[in-house]
């Protein structure tokens, strides 16, 4: 069975300052992988996504992840936050050709002034 | 082009009492997925509908139920509620073309359901 986790339930970062949030999957089978992002009182928005090819993936909003197959690692990035960016952040898998999406429990990141 | 809509955004009901939550997907979209959000189990899958079929399906009981119009407009229904069935109520819509193995998805705003 497939699983994602999400080890940091909240991350709080100073404005300007860089983040990283951590990802990491098990799962027997190929996967594509998601970054999600959810504002307050909205659904999810889709910030990237890795399906193959290089392993440095750029989404909206200045975000970036890098897939890593032998740590089995996702992990988000941006060099500088702002204040807008306060959300939840949320990352998925999909076993390839299943049309399933498994999440995490996401991760609050907090952005303070 | 218009967004996932659902409807209605917000409801509150009474344990024992079912309700049905409505979702229309993105125009030209035939793939639907439904989610339950709460604050200490993140999104859990319920069910997925395409082409009028239950494709994939959670570990929800047998209370939670849906299903899929010719126009790809999905519902989902929930009996006897209990106050655990509280929750933020997401359906999310794709593509789905074929010879693609994977789907990306579209997410509406969400139901919030309150059960007291």
Same mark, same amino acid.
């Given at each position: 069975?497939?699983?994602?986790?999400?080890?940091?339930?909240?991350?709080?970062?100073?404005?300007?300052?860089?983040?990283?949030?951590?990802?990491?999957?098990?799962?027997?089978?190929?996967?594509?992988?998601?970054?999600?992002?959810?504002?307050?009182?909205?659904?999810?928005?889709?910030?990237?996504?890795?399906?193959?090819?290089?392993?440095?993936?750029?989404?909206?909003?200045?975000?970036?992840?890098?897939?890593?197959?032998?740590? +089995?690692?996702?992990?988000?990035?941006?060099?500088?936050?702002?204040?807008?960016?306060?959300?939840?952040?949320?990352?998925?898998?999909?076993?390839?050709?299943?049309?399933?999406?498994?999440?995490? +429990?996401?991760?609050?990141?907090?952005?303070?002034? | 082009?218009?967004?996932?809509? =659902?409807?209605?955004?917000?409801?509150?009901?009474?344990?024992? /009492?079912?309700?049905?939550?409505?979702?229309?997907?993105?125009?030209?979209? $035939?793939?639907?997925?439904?989610? /339950? =959000?709460?604050?200490? /189990?993140?999104?859990?899958?319920?069910?997925?509908?395409?082409?009028?079929?239950?494709? !994939?399906?959670? !570990?929800?009981?047998? $209370?939670?139920?849906? $299903?899929?119009?010719?126009?790809?407009?999905?519902?989902? !229904?929930?009996?006897?509620?209990?106050?655990?069935?509280?929750?933020?109520?997401?359906?999310?819509?794709?593509?789905?073309?074929?010879?693609?193995?994977?789907?990306?998805?579209?997410?509406?705003?969400?139901?919030?359901?309150?059960?007291?």
């Amino acid at each position: 069975a497939q699983s994602v986790t999400q080890l940091d339930s909240q991350v709080p970062v100073f404005e300007e300052a860089p983040v990283e949030l951590r990802c990491n999957y098990s799962s027997s089978v190929s996967v594509y992988l998601f970054w999600y992002v959810q504002y307050p009182n909205q659904g999810l928005q889709l910030l990237l996504k890795y399906l193959s090819g290089s392993t440095l993936v750029k989404g909206i909003n200045g975000f970036e992840a890098e897939f890593n197959k032998s740590q +089995t690692s996702f992990h988000l990035r941006k060099p500088s936050v702002h204040i807008s960016d306060t959300a939840e952040y949320f990352c998925a898998v999909s076993p390839s050709g299943t049309y399933k999406y498994i999440f995490g +429990t996401g991760t609050r990141l907090k952005v303070l002034a | 082009k218009a967004g996932v809509t =659902q409807t209605p955004r917000y409801l509150i009901k009474t344990r024992g /009492q079912q309700v049905t939550l409505s979702c229309s997907p993105i125009s030209g979209h $035939r793939s639907v997925s439904w989610y /339950q =959000q709460t604050p200490g /189990q993140g999104l859990q899958f319920l069910f997925e509908y395409f082409s009028e079929t239950q494709r !994939n399906k959670g !570990n929800f009981p047998g $209370r939670f139920s849906g $299903r899929q119009f010719s126009n790809s407009r999905s519902e989902m !229904n929930v009996s006897t509620l209990e106050l655990g069935d509280s929750a933020l109520y997401l359906c999310a819509s794709s593509l789905d073309p074929t010879g693609i193995p994977y789907n990306e998805q579209f997410f509406g705003p969400g139901t919030r359901l309150t059960v007291l």
